[in-house]
């Protein structure tokens, strides 16, 4: 049940949702305790900033090649290890720990830092990376100029 959430639009979907949060509550082993946190929904990284990412790593991967052993799937596990750090995951009972956060949970506001992050990364290591004026990168990033 790691990562479930619930969204209410509007004060007709209090009660349902309550049930259901409910169920869950009294299912829950309490092996470990759990929280709730009540916060603004906020929608998760775009595709537009995942595709970008990716063509990230692919020049990344291409400017270094010539240097080391490297792929676009070894620069994108390279950046979220320097980037995002690690957390512990459950699958039912079993604890896996230290494993590279995934981008895809990520809100578009912390894809958007993570991304700023990556871009001086690659221009400290000589790599300029392609910012089309037309991606939602580029129009963020000049929005908060």
Known sequence: MNG???MIRNRK???NVL??????LEEWDYSRPIAWKLE???AT??????ALFHMWCGEMADHFSSKIDITPEK??????????????????????????RSTSSLSKGEMHQFMEQVFHWGLDHGVTLTNPKNSEF???RNAAI
Not at 19 to 24: P, V
């Open 4 to 6: 479930v959430f619930w």
């Open 13 to 15: 979907d209090i009660d």
């Open 19 to 24: 049930k259901f949060f409910r169920k869950s």
């Open 40 to 42: 603004p929904y906020s």
């Open 45 to 50: 990284r775009s595709l537009s900033q995942n």
């Open 75 to 100: 620069v994108k596990l390279l950046m979220k290890n320097e980037f995002l750090g690690t957390e512990d995951i459950m699958v039912g009972s079993t604890e896996i720990k230290h494993q590279l």
């Open 138 to 140: 580029f129009r963020a």
